[in-house]
């Protein structure tokens, strides 16, 4: 097993970030071997990416050893909690450090800008869910709002809603207004391609298939 706290490099951590916006959610993910994350993403002002993931990327990174799927694991204690260490927000862990707590859901929205045109949306997810208080983490991404029993917590970005209905299971209400692309986020709205590898030499393959290395 990896020890988490050797990852240490918070431009390791912004590499695999980059390498993600370049590469797509879907391509970045089968690139390093890693399933989709259920529960705990890493979030920034305008996306959220895969954390046991970029975890493994910046690992990778900073050691140039890379780690399987299997060698780590992704939330409390583990890939989540040191990405969180390390400075990065992670939707899903309870981190109460420099955070702004408000009783109402319109008191914490007067710090926090949704467009209009996803407000309705909003509104609605709300009607239909009680909290007990919202707040707003020391990186400003989100609302979460925290219920009056059990875990299943929302995080109210600007552009979706995500929000636990089970043990690791989790849900995403995209908004009118969104930068959301392919189940992930990104820290840019370029338009998303598919990227292909070569099996032999791991580089990536251009529009022909054909790769130029082997």
């Given at each position: 097993m990896?020890?988490?706290?050797?990852l240490?490099?918070?431009?390791?951590v912004?590499r695999?970030?980059?390498e993600?916006?370049?590469?797509g959610?879907h391509?970045?993910?089968?690139?390093y071997g890693?399933?989709?994350?259920?529960?705990?993403?890493?979030?920034t002002?305008?996306?959220r990416?895969?954390?046991?993931?970029?975890?493994?990327?910046?690992?990778?990174?900073?050691?140039?050893?890379?780690?399987?799927?299997?060698e780590?694991?992704?939330?409390?204690?583990?890939?989540?909690s040191?990405l969180a260490d390390?400075?990065?927000?992670i939707?899903?862990l309870?981190?109460s450090q420099?955070?702004?707590?408000?009783?109402t859901?319109?008191e914490a929205l007067?710090?926090?800008?949704?467009?209009?045109e996803?407000?309705s949306?909003?509104?609605?997810f709300?009607?239909?869910?009680?909290y007990?208080e919202?707040?707003i983490?020391?990186?400003?991404?989100y609302i979460a709002?925290v219920p009056?029993?059990?875990?299943?917590?929302?995080?109210?970005?600007s552009g979706y809603i995500?929000?636990r209905?089970?043990?690791g299971v989790g849900?995403?209400?995209e908004?009118p207004?969104?930068?959301?692309?392919d189940?992930?986020g990104s820290r840019?709205?370029?338009?998303?391609?598919?990227v292909?590898f070569?099996?032999?030499?791991s580089?990536?393959?251009?529009a022909?298939?054909?790769?130029?290395?082997?």
């Open positions: 990896v020890a988490y706290a050797e240490t490099d918070v431009a390791a912004e695999a970030l980059e993600f916006d370049r590469l959610r391509a970045f993910l089968q690139k890693y399933g989709e994350a259920r529960e705990y993403f890493l979030v002002e305008s996306g990416y895969d954390s046991k993931a970029i975890f493994a990327a910046a690992y990778e990174y900073q050691h140039g050893i890379a780690v399987s799927n299997d780590i694991h992704g939330g409390r204690g583990a890939a989540a040191r390390l400075g990065f927000d939707e899903g309870d981190d420099n955070r702004r707590t408000f009783a859901f319109d007067a710090e926090f800008r949704i467009p209009l996803n407000m949306a909003v509104r609605d709300l009607s239909q869910h009680r007990r919202f707040y983490p020391r990186s400003r991404t709002g009056y029993e059990g875990d299943q917590k929302a995080f109210f970005h995500w929000h209905v089970g043990k849900q995403t209400i908004l207004v969104n930068r959301l692309r189940g992930g840019n709205s370029k338009a998303e391609a598919r292909s070569c099996p032999d030499c580089m990536q393959l251009p022909s298939g054909a790769c130029a290395y082997c």
